[in-house]
DNA sequence: TCGCGTTAGTTATACGCTATAATCGTAGTC
DNA sequence: GACTACGATTATAGCGTATAACTAACGCGA
């Protein structure tokens, strides 16, 4: 789209950045974000310990940088499904299966605060991007008005939502969508409901039903 | 109760152990479990770094001591509120507060799993008590059977329910009670409301009112 | 084509952490 | 009152992040 203007050292900068952050990739799929390890990372790509500083300032850096992809993944996930058609069944579907295909990585987003990490402005206009499609989804269902203190509340405090046409109990339904399917898929992906013997997909099922039915 | 025909030394032994976990929860509530440092705590203690191992096999075994200790911490809370007579809705204000008043050990809990960590079988246990509590609470209030597809998979699988003539809508209520208030309760811990200019209390009051009245 | 500045990479180093080993003193125990 | 087991110490190994100092190569402009 834009003029790529960059030089071969450019170039070659962008695609060792990209490594790094694939290796950070692998690692963090398998052992999770806390060990995540700078200079394994290095060893694996031929090169020694401090070099990565030049590509990434330390370690907060580069797992900034991965919670920004991640967020991104997420994001594209649902409006891609959006765009295609997909409801909000069809959409909360696309996000248990970007869950469970890399659980590391949800984690990343929505787990346990990782300490020394500060949030980039750009994340949180990701986030909204995806309350957006959300909030597009639950127009189009219709969702009718319960005047629960929650709406009053909402129809006051929407610095987070693009149309301001929208009305309160579409916001409300977004949100709780958001928090309701983290709370099934954050549990079962920390395991849970393993020991339990419960099923975790009917129980997202349901949860999905009762985001639809009242 | 127990007879406690303990020698000085496992007294003594019994003491530093508890000052050992007192200390790494002050750790824990200022920095999270990831900064949790075994040589710091010896150092406030007045004592050098390996002694600590004599009381703990290592930084594992002492985490997994606080989760244990955590998971006590609520299922107590739960039940004190219970047995002075809460109601579900009544419940679920401890649930927050008992969250609030420490979100690290909340995350400790119900956060993202921490690699290493093996969940002892007692904890899994502590887990069921605080479920068996919630139970009880809804079938004192009362709920209707919806005849969903999760409900009829509850009926077969009840082994983490200790009383069998429980109805399987009494279960799902509180399967359900568990995921909502965790949804809300972890996004806004860690902050995924911040910038949002959202109360949580009235998302957290609204899903409680749900959960009541559906 | 030559030279200069930028940049990638190296090794060396400092520091903090977990964890084990070897050792020593002492406080309970019989 | 002697013995023993336990607590605590130092020393050491290994891994991690991060910085500093230095070297080599690369590309750009004269």
Redesign the interface.
Known sequence: MDADVTSPRERYRAQVQAEIKQHAWGQIAT?????LSLKAIAKHLGMSGPALYRYFAGRDELVTELIRDAYRSLADAVRAAYDSGADVAGLAHVVREWALSDPHRY?LI??????GYR?PADT?AI?NEIMTVLIDAFRKAGVPSAG???EA??DG?R??VADPSVPAAVL?RA??F???????L??EL???FG?????PS??F???V??LLR?
Chains 1, 2 share one sequence.
Do not use: Q
């Open positions: 052992t999770g974000v806390s060990a984690f929505y787990g346990t605060p990782v300490p949030a949180t986030s629960s203190p929650l509340h909402l405090h610095e987070w409300r949100l709780t958001w928090t309701r399917l983290h709370g099934v954050s549990l920390a395991g849970h020991g339990m013997g419960i099923d009917l129980l099922a349901d949860e039903d009762g009242h």
